[in-house]
Structures are given as C-alpha cells and as structure tokens.
C-alpha cells in the first residue's frame, strides 16, 4: 500500500524558512516524479515544483522560483521542499504527489496518483 507522509509545516514569520518532507512508503521511490503542490483556503490546488524520476530534473512554479528547492533522497525514499524568503501568500496546505516513472504534464494534479494528506504552512506577515 503506497503512502504519502508530509512533514514539517508550521507558523513562520515572512522572510522566513522551512523545510517540508514526504516520506513515501509502498512504493520505490526513484522510479517515481515526485510533485508538490499547494492549496490555499478558496483557491485551488496549484503547482509549486517537481522532480523526475531519473536525471535530477526539477521545475518549479514562477511564484516560487528561486525561493523553494525540491531534493530526493531515495535510499531513505523521502522528498523534501526547502522554501526560503516565505511571503504570506505562500500560506497553505502544501501536498506532496506521486507518479511511477515520466508524466508529460507534471504541474497538472490530474497526472498524479498518489497523495498525500498535505501539511500546512502559515506565514505571517
């Protein structure tokens, strides 16, 4: 049974850090693209940045270039977003989200089939 764990979200003042984890289980993550998404009360779930399965390749959405960094660590099959310069609008619940192998369209939630139950983030200003 795949399952999706995140970690790490919080209260954190603008300007600031911090570090989300997905532990995934059921599953091998190095095989897998790996995506995080965000969702803010109102709003739909929106594309923060992802990681291919293979090559070490990342995307990140515009709003967050620059500012969060997706990285794997697949002998411990975790996914970490580091989110730096935290501004209010960055508030929501953060989801991570899985896919065996290469999806052509990574920033859509459609292509993903696992999820999980998301963290949330709280950046006061």
């Known amino acids: 049974q795949v399952q999706l764990v995140e970690s790490g979200g919080g209260l954190v003042q603008a300007a600031g850090s911090l570090r989300l984890s997905c532990a995934a289980s059921?599953?091998?993550?190095?095989?897998?693209?790996m995506g995080w998404f965000r969702q803010a009360p109102g709003k739909e779930r929106e594309f923060v940045g992802a990681?291919?399965?293979?090559?070490?390749?990342?995307y990140y959405a515009d709003s967050v270039k620059g500012r969060f960094t997706i990285s794997r660590d697949n002998a411990k099959n975790t996914v970490y977003l580091q989110m730096n310069s935290l501004k209010p609008e960055d508030t929501a619940v953060y989801y991570c989200?899985?896919?065996?192998?290469?999806?052509?369209?990574?920033?859509?939630?459609?292509?993903?089939?696992?999820w999980g139950r998301g963290t949330q983030v709280t950046v006061s200003s």
């Open positions: 989200a899985g896919q065996i192998f290469t999806i052509s369209e990574f920033a859509r939630p459609e292509s993903y089939g696992y």
């Open positions: 059921g599953l091998t993550l190095s095989s897998y693209t």
């Open positions: 990681t291919r399965w293979r090559g070490g390749i990342t």
